[in-house]
Nanobody, 124 residues
Framework: VQLVESGGGLVQAGGSLRLSCVAS?????????LAWFRQVPGKEREGVAC????????YYAANVNGRFTISSDKAKNTVYLQMNNLKPEDTAIYFC?????????????????WGQGTQVTVSS
């Protein structure tokens, strides 16, 4: 499985970005959990949002709930992260990840495959 993120960039506080992650070598009929994490240099990777394709349920970290939305397009093998009302503290490298076990948890070690990341920078 290869995951490739895109959509990062520089945005002013209060702005929006939509991240995309395309999966290749991935069997779309396997119901694996999908997630976005982020990481700031020197800090641990932080879970942002995850989506279970089994029932469409999603989960968000408290500090992004109400501002970020995770979604997926199974036909395109793509997972998205819509980020609204961005804040400077959202600045990080954002990674998408796949959890073959669909744990529905924002815990990095439960995820089996990772993309290379895309930089998001929010200026104040």
């Amino acid at each position: 499985v290869q995951l490739v993120e895109s959509g990062g960039g520089l945005v002013q506080a209060g702005g929006s970005l939509r991240l995309s992650c395309v999966a290749s070598g991935f069997t779309s009929d396997v119901d694996s959990g999908l997630a976005w994490f982020r990481q700031v240099p020197g800090k641990e990777r932080e879970g942002v949002a995850c989506l279970s394709p089994m029932d469409g349920s999603n989960y968000y970290a408290a500090n992004v709930n109400g501002r970020f939305t995770i979604s997926s397009d199974k036909a395109k093998n793509t997972v998205y992260l819509q980020m609204n009302n961005l804040k400077p503290e959202d600045t990080a490298i954002y990674f998408c990840a796949v959890d073959m076990g669909d744990s529905r948890e924002l815990v990095a070690h439960k995820y089996d495959c990772w993309g290379q990341g895309t930089q998001v920078t929010v200026s104040s």
